[in-house]
């Protein structure tokens, strides 16, 4: 009784901090203040060029992207002069053979110097394409050969006035140069005629404004090789007939199927819904048949 007794042991302990307090206090504590300053810094100018090599990468990804799609039309454009200017220097040898108009030797020799400048500029534009390369140079030697061999000295007959004897050869060729051009004409109209159908198909699809326009160049160009090979067979009936009901068949299934499946589409509506695509396809059928 006279003794105190010791105190207890079991007193309440301070709990111990936890890992993210003591990393807290670590942070905020002044110990190693200037490295915890430089670190945050570190850490934020990392984080700045991160991000900026993120969208300097973006940037120049869609700058390529755009060159690529920039060069790609250019060369486009430029192969549409090349192919209009070779039907231009055509059609003025024509009608210089026909009419011995001294305009169409202007016109043709315009046309050869056209021709040539642009064949050189679609030869710059693809130097890096071998292959694209590779098939421009056999144009340009398929023109100049026929250029050389065929339309200078017919003009130069011209120009002698040696009509007679340019007659004589004309009544001669004048077959087989037709039966040719229709052979090369056919297979470019059925093309354009697949052309528009798989344009259509392809806007139907996606709703990609590009489809549409290359749904137009292949109308364009089915009349431009419909009119070329109307003027062809102009002293044939029946060819002339078949070709008008060709042309006649590809405006109703204009009419009738395409525009309305492209107005639809354009207009945020279902196209199948139309219940076109049957008649569409037979229309297509019937003017593959008639092409083949």
Excluded at 14 to 24: F, I, L, M, T, W
Excluded at 46 to 57: E, R, W
Excluded at 114 to 132: A, C, S
Excluded at 189 to 217: C, N, P, W
């Amino acid at each position: 009784m006279g003794q105190s007794e010791p105190p207890q042991e079991s007193a309440i302990q301070p709990r111990q901090a936890g890992p993210v307090r003591r990393s807290a206090a670590w942070l905020f504590s002044q110990q190693h203040f200037h490295f915890k300053v430089l670190s945050g810094t570190a850490a934020g100018v990392s984080v700045i060029v991160l991000l900026a090599g993120i969208f300097l990468y973006v940037t120049l990804r869609n700058h390529q992207q755009e060159m690529l799609r920039a060069h790609t039309v250019e060369v486009i454009r430029v192969s549409s002069f090349v192919e209009n200017d070779i039907a231009a220097l055509e059609t003025a040898h024509r009608g210089l053979l026909l009419t011995a108009n001294p305009d169409y030797v202007t016109s043709f020799n315009r046309r050869r110097e056209t021709i040539r400048k642009n064949i050189d500029h679609l030869t710059g534009l693809i130097l890096n394409n071998p292959k694209q390369r590779k098939r421009v140079m056999k144009v340009q030697e398929v023109v100049q050969n026929w250029i050389d061999n065929v339309a200078v000295p017919i003009l130069r007959s011209i120009q002698d006035e040696e009509r007679i004897v340019l007659n004589r050869r004309m009544l001669e060729q004048e077959w087989a140069t037709q039966s040719s051009q229709m052979l090369d004409f056919l297979p470019k109209l059925e093309r354009s005629v697949l052309e528009m159908q798989k344009e259509k198909r392809g806007y139907l699809l996606t709703g990609d404004q590009h489809f549409i326009e290359a749904y137009q160049r292949a109308v364009t160009d089915f009349y431009t090789y419909n009119g070329y090979l109307s003027i062809l067979v102009a002293n044939s009936p029946g060819q002339a007939e078949l070709l008008a009901e060709i042309r006649a068949n590809i405006e109703r299934w204009i009419n009738t199927c395409s525009a309305p499946e492209l107005a639809a589409k354009r207009d945020g509506k279902d196209a199948t819904a139309l219940g076109l695509s049957e008649t569409g396809e037979n229309l297509m059928n019937d003017i593959r048949q008639s092409l083949g």
